[in-house]
Nanobody, 123 residues
Framework: VQLQAYGGGLVHAGGSLRLSCAASGRTFRSYVMGWFRQGPGKEREFVAFISWVGGSTYYLDSVKGQFTISRDNAENTVYLQMNNLKPEDTAVYFC?????????????????WGQGTQVTVSS
């Protein structure tokens, strides 16, 4: 599967962005999907995960209630709605797909990655 993330940009603190990740292929519902981010000088960290048909979601503690992950299997797209953005949310955001059974908060358990989209939150 090929993943294309988009929707990043520059926003003021308190603003919102909606990231999208479009997947190629006809087997999108076969993949667990995740969003990760990598800030300047930091390691890539888990942000959110959604199961095959969206029945289960899981979030990084610091974004619970602030970010919402969702997916549209008919459109082969996963979304990350980000509200009340803070400067510490500044990072490159990556979407990822997994066919691996395991801890979906771990980078190593995703076998397909998109190219990333920059999110910059100014104070």
């Amino acid at each position: 599967v090929q993943l294309q993330a988009y929707g990043g940009g520059l926003v003021h603190a308190g603003g919102s962005l909606r990231l999208s990740c479009a997947a190629s292929g006809r087997t999108f519902r076969s993949y667990v999907m995740g969003w990760f981010r990598q800030g300047p000088g930091k390691e890539r960290e888990f942000v959110a995960f959604i199961s095959w048909v969206g029945g289960s979601t899981y979030y990084l503690d610091s974004v619970k209630g602030q970010f919402t992950i969702s997916r549209d299997n008919a459109e082969n797209t996963v979304y990350l709605q980000m509200n009340n953005l803070k400067p510490e949310d500044t990072a490159v955001y990556f979407c990822a797909a997994s066919t691996i059974l395991g801890d979906y908060s771990q980078v190593k358990n995703y076998n397909y990655w998109g190219q990333g989209t920059q999110v910059t939150v100014s104070s």
